[in-house]
C-alpha cells in the first residue's frame, strides 16, 4: 500500500482548460470534379463582381462567369480549359445560364410579381428578358451602382444532351464603376460617371517618399523599366497615392473596381510562369500595366507615370495635355505634390 501511495505521489496531472482546445476545421477539397461543384464552392472566394458598360455584350458576361468560377478551384488551368478561358480562350458553349432578379425565382424580364415563374420542376422560361437590355436600363444614367443578379446555370455536354438547371440562386453583382484602364477616366465632366475632376489634382507627399528615397540609392538616378519591377512594392504605393488624389478631386467619389485577370505570380524560388486567376485592385492592375513588356516608347502610360515621378523629383508640377499625356484619360490636369 505504502508502495502503490509513493507511485500515485509521483504522477502528475495536468488539465488542459476547455478554452484551450482548438479544434481543427478540415478545408473542403475545392477541386473542380464535375459541374455541380460549381454551386458546392460558389463563393469561396469573395469577388463575384463584373462591370458593366455600353460596349458589354452578353458573352463577356459569360465569358466573366466562368472566370468567377474558375477561380474559386484550385485546379484553375484545368477549370481554363474545361471553358475555354485564360490561355485557352475558345467559343465553349458547354454551360449555359439563366438570370434572375432575386433569389427566390423571380426572371429577369418579368416585371409583374404575379408573373413570377417558379422552377420548382425545372421549367424552362420560355421567353426571358436578355440580361444585356436589363442591365442597359439598369444602369442607363450616370449615377454611379452596383446591382445584384442571380443566376442558375446547366451543363451542355459534348453530345448535345443537357442537364437540369442546378437548385440555388448563385449571387452575381453588376456594376458600372470601371476597373483601371488605359482611358478610365475619360468619361469625366458634368453627365460622365466620374463628374468633374478639378484641374489641380493633389497627391500627398507621403505616397511619393519610399519611391523618392530609393531613386537616391540608385547609382544612375534613372528610373526605368527594371526600376520599377525591383521596387514593386513602393511603386504601388505611389500609384495608390495618385489614385486617392484623382478619387478626391473628383465630384462623385468611388473608388475603381477591383479586377479578376489570369496571370503569372512570379515565384522568387522558382523560375516557371506560375499563373493563376487573381484579383486585382487597381493600383495593382495599373502597376501590371505598366511593367508588361509590351512598346514602353509609345506606351503613354508608361511614358506619362516616369514623366511624373521625374517632374516630382526636380519638385515641379506636371500637366497632362490632350495631345501627348492624356494621361488614362485625363486632359489638362495638373499633378502637384503636397505635404
Excluded at 490561355?87 to 416585371?111: L, M, R, V
Aim: hydrophobic fraction near 30%; include cysteine; charge should be negative.
Amino acid at each position: 500500500m505504502k508502495k502503490l501511495l509513493t507511485i500515485l505521489t509521483g504522477l502528475s496531472i495536468i488539465v488542459t482548460p476547455a478554452t484551450q482546445i482548438v479544434s481543427c476545421k478540415i478545408t473542403s477539397d475545392n477541386t473542380f470534379k464535375s459541374f455541380k461543384d460549381i454551386e458546392k464552392f460558389w463563393g469561396t472566394k469573395t469577388h463575384n463582381t463584373i462591370v458593366f458598360n455600353k460596349d458589354t455584350i452578353e458573352a463577356d458576361i459569360n465569358t466573366e462567369i466562368k472566370q468567377i468560377i474558375a477561380n474559386n478551384f484550385i485546379n484553375q488551368e484545368y477549370v481554363n480549359k474545361i471553358f475555354g478561358i485564360g490561355d485557352d480562350k475558345n467559343d465553349k458553349t458547354n454551360i449555359e445560364f439563366q438570370f434572375y432578379k432575386t433569389n427566390t425565382g423571380f426572371p429577369i424580364g418579368k416585371d409583374n410579381e404575379s408573373e413570377k415563374i417558379q422552377l420548382a420542376n425545372e421549367e424552362e422560361i420560355t421567353d426571358p428578358e436578355p440580361i444585356i437590355d436589363y442591365l442597359n436600363k439598369s444602369f442607363n444614367e450616370s449615377k454611379h451602382k452596383t446591382i445584384p443578379v442571380y443566376f442558375k446555370y446547366k451543363e451542355i455536354k459534348e453530345d448535345g444532351t443537357e442537364t437540369e438547371f442546378n437548385k440555388k440562386y448563385l449571387e452575381l453583382k453588376f456594376t458600372n464603376i470601371p476597373e483601371m484602364t488605359d482611358g478610365v477616366y475619360k468619361d469625366e465632366g458634368e453627365n460622365g460617371i466620374f463628374g468633374n475632376i478639378e484641374n489641380t489634382i493633389k497627391i500627398e507627399k507621403y505616397f511619393f517618399n519610399d519611391l523618392s528615397n530609393l531613386i537616391d540609392k540608385t547609382q544612375s538616378k534613372e528610373v526605368n523599366l527594371d526600376f520599377l519591377e525591383k521596387n514593386k512594392t513602393a511603386t504601388i504605393k505611389f500609384i495608390k497615392g495618385i489614385l486617392k488624389a484623382i478619387k478626391e478631386a473628383s465630384e462623385n467619389q468611388f473608388d475603381l473596381s477591383n479586377s479578376l485577370e489570369w496571370i503569372d505570380v512570379k515565384n522568387p524560388h522558382n523560375e516557371e510562369k506560375n499563373y493563376e486567376w487573381k484579383v486585382l485592385s487597381p493600383e495593382a492592375k495599373l502597376y501590371k500595366d505598366l511593367i508588361t513588356p509590351k512598346e514602353e516608347a509609345i506606351n503613354p502610360n508608361f511614358n506619362g507615370f516616369i514623366e511624373l515621378i521625374n517632374k516630382f523629383k526636380s519638385s515641379t508640377e506636371w500637366k497632362t495635355t490632350n495631345k501627348d499625356y492624356n494621361w488614362l484619360g485625363l486632359e489638362d490636369k495638373t499633378f502637384v505634390l503636397t505635404e
